[in-house]
C-alpha cells in the first residue's frame, strides 16, 4: 500500500468535515493546528473513522487525539500502516 500523504488527509477531511466551505485546506497546512483549521474532536473522530475503513487499519481510541497538526497526523497513520505490513 502506497504511503499515506498530506493530500489523502485532505481528501478525507474534506469528505467527512461539516466544517464550513470557507475553511481553507489548499497549500501548505502541515504545521497549522487543526483546531485552526476548524476541525474539533468530532470531526477527528469522523477522520479516524474513515482512515480505518479506507486503510484497513485499526486506530486505538484517542491515538490521534495527541496529533494537533496534518504533518502530524499523516507521520502517525504511516506509521501505523508500517506496523500493520511486518
Known sequence: MA???VDD???????GS??????DLD????DLPLAEL????????????R?????DIRIPDGDLDHTRTPGE?????????AEVRV
Open 27 to 30: 497549500g501548505d497546512i502541515d
Open 51 to 55: 482512515i480505518e475503513r479506507e486503510y
Open 3 to 5: 504511503e499515506f500523504t
Open 73 to 81: 497526523a499523516v507521520a502517525y497513520v504511516n506509521t501505523r500502516l
Open 18 to 23: 461539516g466544517v464550513d466551505e470557507r475553511t
Open 38 to 49: 476548524g476541525y474539533d474532536s468530532l470531526a477527528l473522530l469522523e477522520l479516524v473513522s
Open 9 to 15: 488527509l485532505k481528501r478525507i477531511l474534506r469528505a
